[in-house]
């Protein structure tokens, strides 16, 4: 059971992520795919190489 929350958890970290990168203009699939397979590792570095926001106009 722990370990299928845990795998509950990177997946929505994971969605989370890949809808910021494309609010960003990143490739939200690849960050989406990264942080849910490396969650560890994988959310400080998007945290570290994010791009500012593309603001709507």
Same mark, same amino acid.
């Given at each position: 059971?722990?370990?299928?929350?845990?795998?509950? *958890?990177?997946?929505?970290?994971?969605?989370?992520?890949?809808? %910021?990168? /494309?609010?960003?203009?990143?490739? $939200?699939?690849?960050?989406?795919?990264? =942080?849910?397979? *490396?969650?560890?590792?994988?959310? $400080?570095?998007?945290? *570290? =190489?994010? /791009? $500012? /926001?593309?603001? %709507?106009?």
């Amino acid at each position: 059971m722990p370990q299928l929350i845990g795998i509950l *958890i990177a997946l929505l970290v994971g969605i989370l992520v890949g809808q %910021d990168a /494309k609010k960003r203009g990143m490739s $939200p699939w690849a960050w989406g795919i990264f =942080v849910f397979l *490396i969650l560890i590792i994988g959310l $400080p570095v998007y945290f *570290i =190489v994010r /791009k $500012p /926001k593309i603001e %709507d106009q």
